[in-house]
């Protein structure tokens, strides 16, 4: 069953593109704007996330840390954050363990390809409450992230 509005988010941990380990509990007190992503220098995902880094200041202003989560090894994450020149943390869920819990996964993606994130955005609260909760089937469709901003808005 999908995540709903109102629910705890799911707790999880993960390596960023420095190795760091990060845990979603490391935001308490601040909301979180977590986005799912299939794949780093792909065109769409590149799209987004850049549109995301162009307007970090409205999350920054929003006191929302934003975090860019893909199935992509940490070594290509970091290559794609420097060659975009992203403002924002990219984590890594080589395991899938978040994507899993988030109900963001593909079992098959492009016919033959299996376990890579779908594209979902979601808005968590400083309490670790989830406030937006949007999960894409269609890879070439991007997150409403005026809606994303609007539930920021309104914490």
Not at 1 to 30: C, W, Y
Not at 80 to 85: A, G, M, P, S, Y
Not at 92 to 97: C, G, L, R, V
């Amino acid at each position: 069953m999908p995540l709903q509005i109102g629910q705890p988010a799911p707790e999880f941990q993960s390596h960023d593109t420095e190795k760091n380990l990060v845990n979603l509990s490391d935001f308490r007190g601040r909301s979180v704007v977590l986005l799912f992503f299939p794949a780093a220098f792909t065109s769409i995902c590149t799209a987004e996330l850049c549109s995301v880094r162009d307007e970090i200041s409205l999350f920054n202003n929003l006191n929302a840390e934003v975090i860019g989560i893909s199935v992509d090894m940490p070594f290509s994450l970091k290559k794609f954050k420097e060659e975009q020149h992203l403002n924002f943390s990219l984590l890594s869920d080589f395991n899938k363990t978040i994507s899993t819990s988030y109900h963001c996964l593909y079992e098959n993606f492009a016919g033959w390809m299996h376990g890579v994130s779908k594209r979902g955005a979601f808005v968590i609260d400083k309490d670790g409450i989830i406030q937006y909760a949007e999960v894409l089937e269609n890879a070439g469709e991007l997150p409403n992230l005026a809606e994303v901003k609007k539930s920021l808005e309104n914490l």
